[in-house]
């Protein structure tokens, strides 16, 4: 899968928890889910968060594409992609 298919993937929800397949929240916490249920959080407006192991990254919503970017090297680093 190419970075641009990736990108193409995502699917806003409203409860990341409920929209993907292993993704969990002790509440309901709105975001982006991309193939293979990758996950990126909204935890506030105009604020997204990646979550990576135990590493936390918040970034300004306009700075999406540099959190896809490193979700993307991330999976496919780890084969999911």
């Keep these: 899968m190419t970075f641009e298919e990736f ?8 409860d990341v928890a409920a929209a993907s397949g292993h993704y969990h929240t002790e509440t309901p916490t709105p975001g982006f889910i991309y193939a293979a249920d990758l996950v990126i959080e909204q935890r506030e407006p105009g604020k ?6 135990g590493d936390e990254r918040e970034e300004s919503i306009e700075d999406l594409p540099a959190l896809e970017r490193d979700l993307y090297a991330y999976a496919s680093g780890d084969g999911w992609l």
């Design 7 to 14: 990108q193409a993937s995502r699917r806003e929800v409203t």
């Design 48 to 53: 997204v968060v990646l979550v990576i192991g």
